[in-house]
């Protein structure tokens, strides 16, 4: 911990460091937390030129290599430039980040050595600005407007809650079908138990659980985190109830804005994420695009060494997770 910084005043920093725009989630002190509980060892820094980083850290040295999701704050040339530095004097094999930030910072980012990298983050997302119910409602298109009426008048009901393993049985149910990873119960179980505001919204259908989603409020600015479904009763349109429960909770609970978290680049049918784009389009959120994640290398070998002991770690805890 940088010190004289607790937790409050590391966020109070910085939400006045991120102004305009809300304090990035992903480099909150909560948010550290989580991860430090996740397999990660966390540092916050504090850089000489006044800014802020949350940074994640696997391996020893000389293999060790960090991330620093949505960071650092601000997204400035100059705090790249002094988080480059700390990497360099640490003896890191790699620094990654993904800052928060948008494609204008791609010439600072190649300027200072970093190089393009595969997305840990989304780097689209759509933010969906907040009103009253009504008015909020009525800039949804009307497939989505629909939708959610129909699911109201079927009888669809949804559960706030911070319910970590049926949480857990959607995704599964969700990952099955489309062949990805999502998390098990017990990191969702973290993000309910460490973050200040994080909640489930489960859909039911004659008290079955159909679909589920874990949504997280930070800095005036609601988080669409994780989903999943079981696809029972698709054509009562449960997603479209919890989605629309959870956009409520946002307004009543003081949100200005809404992130629907990741967006393929535009409505491209060949696209693997097409039918998230679909789905969340419906919401009328403005497009984001971010600067995308960039690997800054301090040493070819130590890095070719550093990965090829990251993958087999993978491996390893893939098939221990399938003997469980």
């Known amino acids: 911990m940088p010190p004289g910084l607790n937790p409050e005043e590391w966020d109070r920093r910085l939400a006045e460091l991120a102004l305009p725009a809300p304090s990035p989630l992903l480099q909150s002190w909560a948010w550290g937390e989580v991860q430090a509980r996740s397999g990660w060892r966390v540092e916050r820094l504090e850089l000489p030129g006044g800014g802020l980083a949350s940074v994640q850290l696997r391996g020893r040295s000389p293999l060790e290599r960090a991330y620093v999701p949505r960071g650092p704050v601000p997204a400035t040339e100059a ?13 890191l094999a790699r620094l990654r980040v993904e800052p928060e930030a948008g494609p204008e910072l791609v010439p600072v980012l190649r300027g200072l050595g970093f190089r393009p990298s595969p997305q840990v983050q989304p780097q689209y997302t ?81 008290g079955e659980a159909v679909a589920a989603m874990l949504v997280v409020h930070h800095a005036g600015r609601g988080y669409y ?8 009763h698709r054509e009562l349109k449960p997603v479209y109830a919890a989605k629309w429960e959870a956009i409520r909770a946002a307004i009543h609970g003081g949100c200005r804005d809404y992130d629907l978290w990741g967006v393929p680049p535009g409505p491209d049918r060949t696209h693997p994420w097409y039918g ?16 995308g994640c960039w690997d800054l290398v301090l040493g070819e070998l130590r890095h070719g060494l550093s990965e090829a002991s990251e993958k087999a770690r993978r491996r390893l805890g893939r098939l221990l997770r399938r003997g469980d």
């Not at 985190?225 to 029972?232: K, L």
């Open 276 to 291: 998230l784009w679909e789905f969340k389009s419906g919401f009328n959120g403005e497009l984001v695009e971010y600067a």
């Open 79 to 91: 705090a790249l430039a002094d988080l480059a530095r700390w990497a360099a004097e640490r003896g």
């Open 225 to 232: 985190m994780f989903s999943g479904a079981n696809g029972r």
């Open 126 to 206: 759509m933010v969906l600005n907040l009103h009253d119910e009504e008015e909020t409602l009525a800039s949804f298109n009307r497939g989505t407007r629909y939708n959610i009426r129909l699911a109201a008048k079927r009888g669809v009901t949804v559960e706030e809650d911070a319910d970590a393993p049926e949480m857990a049985q959607q995704a599964a149910a969700s990952a099955s079908r489309q062949h990805i990873r999502l998390p098990a119960a017990g990191y969702y179980g973290l993000l309910l138990d460490l973050l200040p505001w994080c909640r489930t919204y489960v859909a039911r259908v004659e």
